[in-house]
């Protein structure tokens, strides 16, 4: 085994670009989860920060997947984020099984969720999306649409 020796940081190669879809999903992943942050009512929170994970996740898919030919029988993007990003697993098991939920918040039912799971769902996708913008490795600094997820005390 050789010697290390130091690079200049100019001559090291890039990290590969993100496909455009996934660097469109990440967008919306932010944009939604700003949504969430400012739903007062802790259904559409709710429901608006799971699709902002699904998002994320989805931009994962985008980037690590190609198209199979022929027909497949569908597959839930939380299994398929286990399978492709292995490292993300805990996250796909976590968010898979919110789901149920955010489908009966969808459908406006009064006891679908608290604002505590609504507004700790909304921490746990910032938590995830900054996750999966640091695999990529390719936004060192926000992007010009986010804004910070502050989730205020309604209770």
């Known amino acids: 085994m050789g ?4 690079v200049p940081a100019d001559q090291l190669p890039l990290p590969p670009a993100l496909p455009a ?18 739903a007062p009512d802790p259904r559409e929170r709710y429901a608006t920060a799971h699709l902002a994970a699904l998002r994320a996740a989805a931009a994962v898919l985008a980037a690590r997947t190609r198209p199979e030919g022929g027909r497949r029988r569908p597959r839930s993007a939380w299994v398929l984020l286990g399978q ?7 996250w796909a098991t ?14 406006g039912l009064s006891s679908a969720v608290t604002e505590r799971e609504a507004d700790d769902l909304v921490r746990d996708v910032q938590g995830f999306l900054a996750v999966v913008e640091s695999m990529f490795g390719s936004l060192a600094e926000p992007p010009r649409y986010a804004r910070p997820y502050v989730v205020s005390s309604r209770r």
Do not use: I
Not at 21 to 38: C, E, K, P, W, Y
């Open 94 to 107: 976590f968010f898979a099984a919110g789901a149920t939920k955010r489908a009966a918040a969808e459908a």
């Open 84 to 90: 492709v990003a292995p490292e993300l697993g805990e």
């Open 3 to 6: 010697a290390a020796r130091a």
């Open 21 to 38: 879809a996934a660097t469109a999903l990440l967008g919306q992943a932010h944009r939604g989860l700003t949504a969430a942050a400012a």
